[in-house]
């Protein structure tokens, strides 16, 4: 694994830390292990030895063309550090009096941390230092398993409902954006989202009255297929098997439970809970159905 730190601060756990030639020049030898002299030469060792483990905290973040290299190989873990702002500060100015001498402070830190803000929104794992010593950081690094390969590569639950919440991205429901993801034995079945039916006006355009009218009673006037039931009908009863799993944005209403059901689901994992969770859980689980919430503790912001 090669984790890139991108941020304020900087903590080594075990890995052999690599970095360019000229950056970090002022650390003491032993913080460094190895530097290269260009980031192509540090891509092309790393990715040589992609068995071992490494860490680098100069990766070049204003540059786009450096990051989406790093970003592509599938070794790669980018980590956000960051500290409280006077913190920051106050450690920049010991480590670099020398630049801070007749400079305003504050336009120099407002023009770094602009270039990396965009950086960190990228980072798979984003860690918040808000401690005063530096044993109580390392504390909080001991409780998080950075290596753990989920972070570079989502488990099954992670990617199914990851095309579930893209699916939702196609929902014309005035409502709210609903997707579903229905599998069978790790594979795609079928996918759907919410909507008016086919060869109807969409409901952003107008399509369902009540949806549009922005009230919670009516509906049995409403339009709008739910996500979960546009992934049935896409499947077909033949498609579905004795092993499917169907992935949803939100916990199923009670009218789609009934119809997973019938068609011999098995499981349905969901991200968000959903007003009538409870009538759902209840009707699941004397049907002998597995309703289960989908946890990702990996995207948890430390």
């Avoid at 941020?7 to 650390?27: H, S, V």
């Avoid at 989202?193 to 006006?201: C, I, M, V």
Wanted: net charge negative; hydrophobic share 35%; aromatic share 10%.
């Amino acid at each position: 694994m090669f984790i890139g730190l991108i941020g304020l601060d900087i903590e080594e756990r075990g890995f052999t830390a690599i970095d360019l030639k000229g950056d970090l020049d002022d650390l003491p030898q032993e913080v460094v292990d190895m530097k290269m002299l260009t980031f192509g030469d540090l891509m092309d060792y790393v990715t040589s030895h992609w068995q071992d483990n490494f860490v680098t905290a100069t990766l070049p973040y204003g540059n786009t063309e450096c990051l989406d290299l790093f970003m592509r190989r599938p070794f790669t873990l980018l980590v956000g550090l960051e500290a409280r702002i006077e913190r920051t500060i106050k450690s920049c100015v010991n480590r670099f009096a020398d630049l801070f001498d007749g400079m305003d402070i504050s336009t120099m830190f407002d023009l770094g941390y602009g270039i990396i803000r965009p950086t960190m929104s990228k980072a798979q794992l984003n860690i918040y230092n808000p401690y005063e010593t530096e044993e109580e950081f390392l504390e909080l690094l001991r409780t998080i398993n950075i290596e753990d390969t989920e972070r570079i590569r989502p488990n099954w639950d992670t990617y199914f409902m990851e095309l579930a919440d893209l699916a939702s991205q196609r929902s014309n429901c005035m409502k709210r954006r609903v997707g579903a993801v229905l599998t069978e034995e790790k594979r795609v079945v079928a996918t759907g989202y919410n909507g008016t039916p086919r060869g109807l006006k969409n409901c952003t355009e107008g399509g369902c009255t009540r949806c549009n009218s922005g009230v919670e009673q009516g509906f049995a006037e409403c339009l709008c297929l739910h996500a979960e039931e546009n992934a049935l009908l896409e499947a077909g009863r033949s498609r579905i098997g004795s092993n499917a799993v169907l992935y949803c944005d939100t916990c199923p209403c009670l009218g789609c439970a009934i119809k997973i059901i019938q068609t011999g689901i098995k499981e349905v994992v969901y991200n968000q809970a959903y007003r009538v969770d409870d009538k759902t859980y209840t009707l699941f689980k004397s049907s002998g159905v597995i309703l289960r919430k989908y946890s990702n503790d990996h995207k948890i912001m430390f």
